[in-house]
């Protein structure tokens, strides 16, 4: 669960500097962030994924869960809110469950 969290974190810097990111979202502070971090913390959530499962399935994993993570990402965006901070609220909820554990 961290490295699918730490994934879209690094997808939500990645479409924040698409053209098809909302205009009503874009603040300032996502667009003086370059993008390259978004590229680091894909990699970081890889390491996770390798570090945790090993080279083969760890390298599996990732390229199973980038994916919904960009999906989840672009979901957020075009619901309503409380339905956006529900969702968020459950991923946060499972992070914790995963690091407690």
Known sequence: MTG???SMLGA???YSKSKYFPNNLKTPFLSKIPSWPGFLLLAVAG???YAT???ALGLLIFLTAVPPAYCVVCFLFNIRRSFAVSLLFILVVFLSI???S
């Open 47 to 49: 390491y996770i994924y």
């Open 53 to 55: 499962w090993g080279p």
């Open 12 to 14: 939500l810097l990645f």
């Open 4 to 6: 699918f969290f730490i």
């Open 98 to 100: 995963d690091l407690l």
